[in-house]
């Protein structure tokens, strides 16, 4: 006599059944999400992976809407001291016409008048805000940072304060992002309200014109050398703007890498998986409905 | 020398064996399908001769024993791989409840919050006075309090859930074990009497198997009659006709089902079956993960009211605590960290970004960004802290899977073997059945030939 064996055949065939179905809900999970995991179990080094690709991601993403956000502001700060830039040569032009001698009283007070509306137009320009910040008051941004001031020579006042504030656009990457008013406008020596006060009263009283123009002419020079601050910040945010999308691409292709089901082989799966339960359906069919005992009579 | 009427009584007795050989076919035939069911057989001997004038004559045929077909051993086996599967798989069913709470592959869990956290700090960093990113920062906060308190609340769900099965499985254990009391009794009664038991012993089995499902058991048989069974390490559960049954109490502390046996709480000795697999999940596992839960809110509680403290506010004020402060407990516990998360300040302007209290200051915001940066947590950050945290919750699910799995095969593979031993085979049953008709017939055959010869006898010897 043979081994006996497990006369049960319908058993072994719902275990293989079974599994094969088990594989065929994994496979369209897969198919269906596109990722190779749907749980964290699935692979838990890949989804411990993926949480930091996440966190990092998240940084990234952040530090490019930082640098969008900063370039708005800081091209509206470079604009506008381009401006003053146009108005003070234009004061400057004024100043080298009324000290060539040729010219009496009343053009020199004319010449005047015109100096001192730059210095209003400036003084105004000095006054830019943004999103309803003041651009030029250091970090005091609510405070109005330049006010006139009869009591001072410049007949203007400086408000805000002397900080400064540096903004995080990549991991451990602060970059400063503004000057003080106090830098651009009324830096000690170069003041640019004192400079130009001191043509509009060299005019007025008859005064050393070709002097005061001379001082304003190195105040413009210096004020040339502070601004390009926002254009070198401009110009390194760009080219970080460019190094942060690149990376994002990398992280996003990261996470693609880690989490993405490999479809063609899925799907290859699947229907193995199917042909074989095919198959064992088949079989399962063909198991014998009847035994011996159909036989006696 | 033998006579007419020995030979008649041994066809007779052919005549009975194979009858009880039939009922026994039809018996195991009409229990193909039962659960548990162990196929019998009949065993027959032959019946005592008996010496006639120096010759041995055979004493007809008798039926032995009726044997339930039965492998003691595998059984053994097989219910200890049951224990085993049946503890894994309960504990990956209830692991993967909590897997659900923290199901980072499809973006489920606190990562996003985390980092929708920091990224508001650093959004507010390029404009600090913008009220839009300062409210947007609250909100950051306010959701990543609720996603502690969701993930807390969810496992503490998670935690009575499992201890409501608990309690459910020692109803059902207790039920069961006062069967294989009952069933010890009728088995022993019969035995002193002499009877077979294949059956009841059949029934015991299936009943030990089903207990199997529920908790870790060791059985001893003292004798063939009686089976002792005790749990978690030696208690007893089952002696002789005797069920013990285990009682419940709530733990004060945990307010946790706790089970007893005689008065003494065994709780953290059960191993095995479904109960030893939930209270793994409700004693171990889910403590654990709060803890580290608790202690990740904790952390970032007091680092950001920390940082926020450091600071100014949009009015020039000092800034103080960000979310609720949380006090651990005298212990040094953070337990009910994440739990109780939540904002302290309500009002934009009370984000300290400002180092030296003018509005447009973004200098304090570095301190809340080293919060990012910083180990704050198990040398730690906070972001890898959670990485590590889901990927081990992930892997202690894997893992257990994995040996569900392959526990579950043995199981199927013993299964195998023992209906192998125990099924019921149809055609066997078939061929048996015409075994023992046409031995019936035959028997038959005899009891006719026998009454034609002794009709021949007396019509002959009377009409001389």
Redesign the interface.
């Known amino acids: 006599m043979g081994?006996?064996?497990?006369?049960?055949l319908y058993?072994?065939v719902l275990?293989g059944i079974d599994l094969l179905q088990q594989e065929e809900n994994n496979d369209l999970e897969q198919m269906s999400s596109g990722?190779r995991?749907?749980?964290?179990?699935?692979?838990?080094?890949a989804?411990?992976?993926?949480?930091?690709n996440?966190?990092e991601?998240?940084?990234v993403?952040?530090?490019l809407?930082?640098v969008t956000?900063?370039q708005n502001?800081l091209q509206v700060a470079d604009s506008t001291l381009n401006s003053v830039v146009t108005a003070l040569s234009q004061a400057i032009s004024l100043g080298v016409e009324g000290s060539n001698g040729t010219l009496n009283s009343s053009d020199e007070q004319t010449l005047a008048i015109q100096v001192s509306g730059i210095k209003d137009q400036i003084l105004s320009l000095a006054n830019t805000t943004y999103?309803?910040?003041y651009l030029f008051?250091?970090?005091?941004?609510?405070?109005q940072p330049f006010t006139e001031d009869s009591s001072s020579a410049s007949g203007v006042t400086y408000n805000g304060?002397g900080?400064t504030?540096?903004?995080?656009i990549g991991?451990?990457e602060?970059i400063p992002?503004n000057l003080s008013g106090s830098q651009v406008f009324t830096p000690t020596g170069s003041d640019v309200f004192a400079a130009l006060q001191g043509l509009v009263n060299a005019l007025q009283n008859g005064g050393d014109v070709a002097d005061a123009t001379t001082q304003l002419q190195q105040v413009f020079s210096r004020f040339n050398t502070q601004r390009t601050f926002y254009g070198a910040t401009l110009s390194r945010l760009q080219s970080t703007q460019a190094y942060l999308t690149q990376e994002q691409l990398g992280l996003s292709t990261a996470q693609n890498n880690i989490?993405g089901a490999n479809i063609s082989s899925v799907i290859s799966n699947y229907v193995q998986s199917e042909t074989a339960l095919d198959a064992t359906y088949q079989a399962a069919g063909l198991i014998s409905q009847m035994?011996?005992?159909d036989?006696?009579k | 020398m033998g006579t007419l009427l020995s030979s008649m009584s041994i066809a007779l007795s052919a005549l009975e064996a194979e009858q009880t050989a039939v009922q026994v076919t039809s018996q195991n035939?009409a229990n193909a399908n039962t659960v548990g069911y162990d196929r019998q057989v009949t065993v027959l001997e032959e019946g005592a001769p008996t010496s006639f004038s120096g010759l041995l004559l055979g004493g007809g045929v008798s039926v032995e024993s009726i044997q339930s077909m039965r492998d003691s051993v595998l059984n053994l086996r097989l219910d200890s791989e049951t224990q085993q599967q049946s503890s894994l798989s309960t504990y990956v069913n209830g692991?993967?409840q909590i897997?659900a709470i923290?199901?980072?592959?499809?973006g489920v869990?606190l990562?996003?919050a985390?980092?929708?956290f920091?990224?508001s700090i650093?959004?507010l960093?390029?404009?600090?006075?913008?009220s839009t990113l300062r409210q947007a920062v609250l909100n950051a906060g306010s959701a990543l309090a609720q996603g502690f308190n969701s993930a807390s609340n969810q496992l503490q769900a998670a935690q009575s859930g499992t201890d409501q099965e608990v309690a459910q499985s020692v109803d059902q254990i207790n039920d069961l074990a006062s069967q294989v009391a009952s069933l010890n009794q009728q088995i022993m009664s019969l035995q002193a009497g002499g009877e077979g038991t294949g059956e009841l012993e059949g029934q015991r089995d299936e009943v030990l198997s089903q207990l199997s499902q529920l908790v870790g058991i060791s059985t001893v048989s003292a004798d063939q009659d009686s089976v002792t069974v005790t749990v978690a390490g030696g208690s007893p559960l089952v002696v002789g006709n005797q069920a013990y049954q285990l009682t419940t109490g709530k733990d004060a502390a945990t307010g946790m089902t706790q089970v007893y046996s005689q008065g003494a709480n065994i709780t953290a000795q059960i191993t095995g079956g479904s109960l030893g697999g939930n209270l793994q999940v409700r004693d171990q596992e889910i403590p654990q993960l709060q803890e580290s839960l608790d202690n990740l809110a904790a952390s970032l509680i007091n680092n950001v009211n920390s940082a926020n403290s450091q600071g100014y506010d949009l009015n020039g004020n000092p800034g103080g605590d960000f979310f609720t402060p949380f006090t651990p407990s005298a212990s040094g516990s953070n337990q009910g960290a994440a739990a109780s998360m939540s904002m302290y300040i309500t009002d934009p302007s009370q984000v300290a970004a400002?180092s030296?209290g003018?509005?447009?200051?973004?200098?304090n915001l570095?301190n809340f960004?080293n919060v990012q940066?910083q180990n704050i947590i198990d040398g730690q950050t906070a972001?890898?802290f959670?990485?590590?945290f889901?990927?081990?919750?992930?892997?202690s699910?894997?893992t257990a899977?994995a040996s569900a799995e392959a526990a579950g095969l043995v199981v199927?593979q013993l299964?195998?073997?023992q209906?192998?031993?125990s099924?019921?085979?149809?055609?066997?049953?078939?061929?048996n059945?015409?075994k023992y008709q046409q031995a019936y017939e035959a028997a038959a055959r005899v009891v006719s030939v026998v009454d034609d010869l002794t009709n021949f006898v007396i019509t002959n010897l009377g009409a001389s």
Do not use: H
């Open positions: 081994i006996r064996l497990n006369p049960d058993q072994t275990q990722k995991f749907n749980n964290l179990s699935d692979d838990p080094v989804v411990s992976q993926l949480v930091l996440e966190a991601t998240s940084n993403n952040q530090y809407a930082n956000t900063l502001s999103n309803g910040d008051s250091g970090t005091a941004v609510t405070t304060n900080s504030n540096s903004v995080q991991d451990g602060y992002v989490e035994s011996l005992l036989y006696l | 035939i692991m993967q897997e923290f199901n980072e592959a499809s869990g990562a996003s985390l980092s929708g920091f990224s650093q959004a960093s390029a404009d600090p006075s913008n400002s030296d003018s509005a447009g200051s973004s200098g570095q960004m940066t972001q890898s959670y990485a590590n889901v990927g081990a919750l992930g892997e699910i894997s899977s199927q299964q195998n073997q209906a192998s031993v099924g019921v085979s149809l055609d066997e049953e078939a061929t059945l015409m």
